[in-house]
């Protein structure tokens, strides 16, 4: 999928959060994203997901060249964009097993009958080292952090999407987890080479497993200055305080 964010701000409740907001994905790319607590890139994937309470003031967002501005969160999920968010929810009353039917039958187009679906999911539970029995328990109810990250990309392997937003997938998951869970991604990545992923982290980690294209920094509402895996190691030793510079295409310490 092709997704470029065009000169994009964002307000939430009147504060600007992010500010002429510039970057292109292309099928197939694997991006980063960096930057400080509180600078803007959750409410970034929650833009590209289609949030309504995120108001776009200016700019635009489009997938293979069309504005998706006001297609809704259902739509963009059935265009096969997909957000693993930084704090999945959780929803009492209703099993695991119901929440990815549903939404499975809600983006395929070819549908399973129950026996498939559930020994698809059972397969790719067991894939992520996930016990099986959570399927049958209240969605993310009573589920460790890293659980929670699991079950999110369980759904996200099950529905098959085009473009991939990790938000802080690493934080919650232990080192071997985080080790399980890329595995499995950059399996789906190679058997699906058209699907792009934006990964936002604090931390290189991930970034070793799922290697990037670009790193991006974000500062003040848009992207401050990009690079490639280098930029990470760079905002890991001295933080954002941007004391390394760019010369040329270069980024210098
Ligand atoms: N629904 C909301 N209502 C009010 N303010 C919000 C809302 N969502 C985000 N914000 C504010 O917008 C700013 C950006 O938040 P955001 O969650 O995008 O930061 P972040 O870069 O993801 O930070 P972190 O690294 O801590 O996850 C913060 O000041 C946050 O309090
Ligand atoms: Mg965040």
Redesign the pocket.
Known sequence: MNLELENLSVK??D?E?LKNFNLKIKPGEIHAIM????????????VIMGYP??KIVAGDIKVDNKSIKDVTITERSRMGIFLVY?NPISIEGVKSSEVLKSSYDSCSKTPKNLYEFITNVEGIAHELEMNKNMLHRDFNVGFSGGERKKNEILWLLLLKPKFIIL??LDSGLDVDSLKTVTDALNKYLKENKETSVLI?T?YTRILDYIKPKYVHM?KEGHISVSGDFSLAKLIEKYGYNQSFDIKGDKICE
């Open positions: 939430i409740d504060k959060i930057g400080p607590n509180g600078i803007g890139k959750s409410t970034l994937s929650k309470d995120y930084q938000d802080e936002i604090h974000v």
